[in-house]
């Protein structure tokens, strides 16, 4: 009989810690007293987007990968308060919270954004910085296409097994194994009044407006890794290649035959240029 695939959550601890006005919760690897490293998802994800990753560097690190603020089991803001700049206040919060002077900061998709902007707002808190298939401006239809999702209701499904069948990524091309994103599916919904949804705000893709953070990249110290998927329609090579330069000590790398989900598509490809630069 073929055992059940485990996964990287099986071996954390479930971690919650009061940020401001906020309960934040995130997923624990590693001994603190090691060196911060911090994994930031994307847009409507959640912490276990790293489950394939973070335990790599276990041995190493003091880990944690955060659900953001409204999303997973993170507390959703009331009234609402998705802005870099929140984002931003919630990271120096964990960091303290965790006795964390500086860290390594990973960040995939709109968790990029945030970490190029945190990591520009305060560079003497970042050792080392990853962007993972992220871009420092948001184009504006793609800005208001998210605001036309945000402005409608979490779609409701009468069981478990309908919501984890209708779960899809976006944008929706993937390499990931089919165990994995029903792993995702599964862990990221929640039961609410008989039917399940998923566990995220939707206010959040309502009322963001990320900043433009071309400005900010010549502000980031720190050494920059910048990693795309060759087949990513979000991150362009030339336009990777523009932040690499405009970054003052950035490098590029691309991971070939995925898209922009690189975390799942190839986790084990991302741990491996992750290790050296780490």
């Given at each position: ?249 950035a490098t590029i ?8 989900h690189l975390v ?15």
């Open positions: 009989m073929n055992r059940p695939q485990a996964f990287g959550c099986e071996l954390a601890r479930s971690r919650r810690l009061t940020v401001g006005a906020l309960s934040l919760h995130g997923l624990e690897w590693g001994s603190p007293g090691r060196p911060g490293l911090l994994f930031l998802h994307g847009g409507a994800a959640h912490a276990h987007w790293f489950d394939a990753v973070a335990p790599a560097f276990a041995d190493r690190f003091h880990v944690l990968s955060l659900d953001q603020r409204g999303h997973g089991e993170s507390q959703w803001p009331d009234p609402p308060a998705y802005q870099p700049e929140d984002f931003s206040r919630d990271l120096v919060g964990v960091m303290d919270a965790l006795g964390w002077k500086e860290m390594v900061l990973v960040g995939h998709s709109m968790g990029g954004h945030n970490a190029m902007c945190f990591a520009a707002w305060h560079p003497a808190r970042v050792r080392r910085l990853v962007i993972a298939d992220s871009r420092p401006a948001v184009p504006v239809e793609r800005l208001w296409e998210r605001q036309r999702r945000g402005s409608r209701p979490l779609r409701r499904h009468g069981s478990l097994e309908a919501a984890v069948a209708a779960f899809r990524l976006l944008p929706r091309e993937t390499t990931a194994r089919p165990d994995l994103l029903a792993h995702l599916a599964r862990v990221g919904l929640i039961e609410r009044d008989g039917k399940w949804t998923y566990r995220f705000d939707p206010a959040c893709n309502g009322t963001r407006k990320p900043v433009d953070a071309w400005p900010l990249l010549p502000k980031i110290e720190c050494p920059t890794l910048i990693v795309r998927g060759k087949k990513s329609p979000i991150l362009p090579r030339r336009m990777g290649e523009e932040m690499a330069k405009t970054i003052p000590r790398a691309e991971i070939p035959g995925v898209y922009h799942l598509d190839t986790p084990a490809a991302f741990v491996g240029l992750l290790e050296p630069f780490l």
